[in-house]
């Protein structure tokens, strides 16, 4: 079973809808990220948490909320969504080692 | 800010040709470099990691990168690819001494080995 896993895998919505994406891990780490990855940008940070109560802004939080539900989950919600938030959406875990594991994505499309 | 530049957007070689992506970053103190791969429809995985010691690491499948703290740099080598290799590569630092564990990824490289 895979360690991060990521629901849903696809999803097409339409503008102004609210939508959240799971995520999932196993491997006990703390530490949870959310990227969104577009073409020739690479992968932004949108929100991390080190642990429960401990929830931080990355470099692209607006339009964007999260919550820690538990050590192993991690939700990323668009409260509105918009067409430019259309993106390849990565979650991602590590313990104190700096080492990232990423699940296999989430490819979001707002109409 | 801190930022990472990958030089090479898009990379096109013939298998068994020797391979060289270019990872510039803006820091100057402490960091931890990173390259990862991803395969066509899969998700990122770890390619090799510098935190320090012996400036040329090697990790996975062939692959070793230097870092160079003089030039910022940490570029990814590998003496002849495959066709397997084809993927997008992401350069990824970890900078500072507040253990944040944030990563700042380059833009992403992609690679076309043909056959």
Partial sequence: DADVTQTPRNRITKTGKRIMLECSQTKGHDRMYWYRQDPGLGLRLIYYSFDVKDINKGEISDGYSVSRQAQAKFSLSLESAIPNQTALYFCATSDRGFEQYFGPGTRLTVT | ?115
């Avoid at chain 2, 010691?53 to 990790?59: A, I, M, T």
């Avoid at chain 2, 499948?61 to 740099?73: L, T, V």
């Avoid at chain 2, 507040?98 to 080995?113: A, D, E, R």
């Fill in chain 2, 1 to 115: 800010a801190q930022s990472v530049s990958q030089h090479n957007h898009h990379v096109i070689l013939s298998e068994a040709a020797s391979l060289e992506l270019g990872c510039n970053y803006s820091y100057g103190g402490t960091v931890n470099l990173f390259w990862y791969v991803q395969y066509p429809g899969q998700h990122l995985q770890l390619l090799l990691k510098y935190f320090s010691g012996d400036p040329l690491v090697k990790g996975i499948k062939g692959f070793e990168a230097e870092f160079i703290k003089s030039k910022f740099s940490f570029n990814l080598r590998k003496p002849s690819v495959q066709w397997s290799d084809t993927a997008e590569y992401f350069c990824a630092v970890n900078a500072g001494s507040s253990n944040t564990g944030k990563l700042i990824f380059g833009q992403g490289t992609t690679l076309q080995v043909k056959p």
